[in-house]
């Protein structure tokens, strides 16, 4: 499985920006999604996570009422609608799904970096101030 993270650029403080995670080779063995980022120094964190029927949802404290998670008709392409960008949302942001378990439901989503199986390259989202 491939991903192609896309859409990351530079924004001005209460900015939108609009992420995009292409899945290709074998999509009909994943599962859920999410998104994560890396801000210089820091560890990875969760950002959003979705469940591959795309009914729920899960996000940071830090994003809620901001960004927005959805999944497209075709399942294979995740996006990260992020508004009222702040400067503490700068950093590098990856796509990650979780490949498909007998164990897993098509309502779940995953919050850890360790649940998921697959990565893309990041796409650098930098906001000023």
């Known amino acids: 499985v491939q991903l192609q993270a896309s859409g990351g650029g530079l924004a001005q403080a209460g900015g939108s920006l609009r992420l995009s995670c292409a899945a290709s080779?074998?999509?009909?063995?994943?599962?859920?999604t999410g998104w994560f980022r890396q801000a210089p120094g820091k560890e990875r964190e969760i950002v959003a996570a979705?469940?591959?029927?795309?009914?729920?949802?899960r996000y940071a404290d830090s994003v809620k009422g901001r960004f927005t998670i959805s999944r497209g008709n075709a399942k294979n392409t995740v996006y990260l609608q992020m508004s009222s960008l702040k400067p503490e949302d700068t950093g590098d942001y990856y796509c990650?799904?979780?490949?498909?378990?007998?164990?897993?439901?098509?309502?779940?989503?995953?919050?850890?970096?360790?649940?998921?199986?697959?990565w893309g390259q990041g796409t650098l989202v930098t906001v000023s101030s």
């Open positions: 990650a799904v979780r490949a498909r378990s007998t164990y897993d439901s098509v309502h779940d989503y995953y919050t850890g970096a360790s649940d998921y199986d697959y």
């Open positions: 979705i469940s591959w029927r795309g009914d729920r949802r």
């Open positions: 080779g074998g999509t009909d063995t994943v599962y859920a």
